[in-house]
């Protein structure tokens, strides 16, 4: 199970901040397949990564299987992310030549 509730996140700019998400709520049962599509920019991956607990949001809660990402620690987001959670990044770079 996934819960979003009332997560933001934004992202400081030149002089100013940029909101990449705004208050999203969004609930994913267990065995449920979903999608994330959007436009480059639309806060696709800034959604990913505070899933998987890669990146805090500004506001809000993250719930994955009943554990609250926002209130884990460093230390206990990167033991979560080695039991919980499997992501494959999309940034070739990662790839050996």
Excluded at 17 to 38: C, K, R, T
Aim: net charge negative; charged share 15%.
């Amino acid at each position: 199970m996934i819960q979003l509730c009332n997560v933001s996140k934004s992202y400081q700019g030149i002089g100013s901040q940029y909101p990449a998400l705004f208050n999203i709520n969004l609930d994913i049962s267990q065995g449920e397949n979903v999608f994330i599509i959007g436009k480059s920019g639309s806060g696709k991956s800034t959604l990913l990564n505070l899933i998987t607990g890669i990146d805090r949001a500004d506001q809000g809660e993250i719930i994955v299987n009943n554990q609250h990402l926002e209130k884990m620690t460093e230390s206990e987001l990167a033991l979560w992310r080695g039991k919980n959670v499997g992501i494959v990044f999309q940034f070739h770079q990662l790839l050996p030549p």
